[in-house]
């Protein structure tokens, strides 16, 4: 079963890559189109013409369609992400029982210098409630 399930895991992450580097073709070639427009409405016409307003309606369609296509990108690598986060390794029973004994005993575990403490700290308490010591 664990090679299946890395294998599914390769596969999605094979077709993911793929699609992300479709993607990042596709958003790379926004960006000389996006200088290009961005010049023309800046330098070549002015405000209120209708030439002005056809070239904005253009780079703002455009940079619209950039900022798609790079959140694509980014869902994507966020998926892949969590496909490798999602792939441990199947355990066995002995290796969930072995894993089980290690958490009890790392909770139980305490130094002898922190059990004398625990130990002088009672008596100190327990003395003086009892009122034999002040």
């Known amino acids: 079963m664990k090679t299946n399930n890395s294998e ?43 030439q002005y307003m056809v070239i904005e309606n253009q780079y703002y369609s455009m940079l619209k369609k950039s900022q798609k296509t790079k959140k694509q990108i980014n869902l994507l690598i966020h998926k892949i992400s969590e496909l490798k986060k999602n792939t441990s390794p199947l355990k066995n029973e002995s290796e969930i029982a072995f894993e089980r004994k290690r958490k009890i005993k790392e909770i139980t575990v305490t130094s002898s210098t922190y059990e004398r403490a625990q130990k002088r700290l009672f008596k100190n308490v327990d003395g003086f409630l009892c009122g034999k010591r002040f």
Do not use: C, M, Q, W
């Open 8 to 50: 599914i895991v390769d596969n999605d992450e094979t077709n993911i890559n793929n699609e992300i580097a479709k993607l990042e073709k596709e958003f790379n070639s926004f960006t000389p189109k996006l200088i290009e427009l961005a010049r023309d409405l800046h330098s070549k016409h002015t405000f209120p013409s209708d």
